[in-house]
């Protein structure tokens, strides 16, 4: 689940464009498996604080996660979001799945909280299922040169606010993704790592954003994200700029 959590954290991955979509059928996720170097994530361990820093056209951003706990089928995070316009403070649970041999979130669960000038603070929950299980990459070994299908996803998303609760269904259209190197290494101003370098698509509705992300091989945190335009150039990029322990 680690490229679906980072794409969470800048608020790119998983967003309406639309308050309804018909539900459609799709066929069951494959992977293909060549030879080649292998490596197997780990979970994140308890306590692990990432702080990283996120450039785009439209301002900076900076966050930082604290890993409560990560399991096989559910990780727990709070982050401290700051952006030009507000700072947030995120209660994050994602509940996932195995799929054959792909993995996939099957529920998304946020709480936010903002301060607000003289109004305090504002709470947002936001509840979202997806319908098939949105894949985020195989379940075990990632090898290079290794591909996955994305089959188009419906979210049921469900918030609540002070202005109430709200529903939509999104149905996201499908996409790819493909293990690029194993062992890449990557420097970034947290330092040097060792990484599972994929390429794989941030989606949102009838949007597909092309994605690189470069993955430690030994903390299985995210260090680095580059989106990409169409023509292949970076848009926005994140990079880890420390963690502890």
């Given at each position: 689940?680690r ?31 060549p030879?080649?170097?292998c ?18 056209s439209?301002?900076?951003?900076t ?11 559910q ?38 909280t ?5 109004l ?5 929950e ?55 190197a ?5 420097t ?6 060792q ?20 993955t ?30």
């Open positions: 689940m490229s679906i959590l980072i794409g969470c954290l800048v608020a790119v991955s998983i967003a309406p464009v639309s308050n309804a979509a018909r539900r459609r059928a799709t066929a069951p996720p494959s992977a293909q498996q030879s080649g170097n490596h197997t994530f780990g979970l994140v361990a308890a306590g692990t604080q990432a702080s990283y820093l996120t450039t785009t439209n301002g900076n951003v966050f930082t996660i604290t890993w409560i706990s990560d399991t096989p089928t990780t727990k995070t709070t982050q401290h979001v700051v952006t030009p316009q507000a700072t947030t403070d995120v209660e994050t649970t994602l509940d996932g799945v195995v799929s054959g041999n792909l993995r996939g979130l099957k529920h998304l669960y946020t709480k936010s903002t301060a607000v000038p003289f305090g603070n504002t709470i947002v936001v509840d979202i299922d997806f319908v098939p299980a949105l894949i985020a990459g195989p379940s075990a070994g990632w090898c290079t040169n290794e591909t996955w299908s994305v089959p188009a996803t419906t979210e049921t998303i469900v918030s609540k606010s002070l202005a109430g609760q709200q529903s939509s269904i999104v149905t996201t259209i499908a996409s790819a993704g493909q293990v690029l194993v062992g890449e290494s990557v970034v101003p947290a330092g040097t790592f990484t599972v370098k994929y390429k794989s698509s941030i989606v949102s509705g009838n949007s597909v954003q092309p994605a690189i992300t470069w430690d091989m030994s903390r299985s945190i995210v260090v680095k994200q580059d989106t990409l335009d169409s023509a292949g150039n970076v848009t926005t990029s994140t990079q880890l700029t420390s963690v502890q322990p």
